[in-house]
C-alpha cells in the first residue's frame, strides 16, 4: 500500500554530479523521515543521508559537504544530490521511509527497489 521508487542513478564520471530521486505513494497521512542508504558489492548497507518531516539533516561523514538531501513535500518526494563524485561512492542507492498510513496508529519503515550508481571512468 506504500511504495518507495528511485530513479537517477546512472554512470558518472569522478567529479562529476548526479541527483537520484524517491517518490512515496500510496495510502500515506504523513512522512516522519525519509532517507536515502547505500551498498557496494560485498559491504553491508550504510546510511549516508537522512532528512526529518521538519527538515533536519545528518549525514555520514564519507560524504559530508559532497552530497545534500532535500525534499518536496507536496511531491511525496526526496532528492540525494552528490557531487565530487567518488569510484568509492559507486554503489546501489536506496531510498528508505518512516511514514505513517492513513488510518493507522504505528510508524512503519519501507525500502524502494534501489537504483544503481557507478563511478568510473
Known amino acids: 500500500q506504500v511504495q518507495l ?3 537517477g542513478g546512472g554512470l558518472v564520471q569522478p567529479g562529476g554530479s548526479l541527483t537520484v ?9 504523513h512522512i516522519n523521515a525519509m532517507k536515502w542508504y547505500r551498498q557496494a558489492p560485498g559491504e553491508s548497507r550504510e546510511l549516508v543521508a537522512a532528512i526529518t518531516d521538519v527538515g533536519n ?3 555520514a561523514d564519507s560524504v559530508k559537504g559532497r552530497f545534500f538531501i532535500s525534499k518536496d513535500d507536496a511531491k511525496k518526494t526526496a532528492y540525494l544530490q552528490m557531487n565530487s563524485l567518488k569510484p568509492d561512492d559507486t554503489a546501489v542507492y536506496y531510498c528508505n521511509a518512516d511514514i505513517l498510513r492513513q488510518g ?5 519503515n519501507y525500502w524502494g527497489q534501489g537504483t ?3 563511478v568510473s571512468s
Open 104 to 108: 493507522n496508529y504505528l510508524v512503519n
Open 5 to 7: 521508487v528511485e530513479s
Open 21 to 29: 530521486s524517491c517518490v512515496a505513494s500510496g495510502n500515506i497521512f
Open 116 to 118: 544503481q550508481v557507478t
Open 57 to 59: 539533516r545528518n549525514y
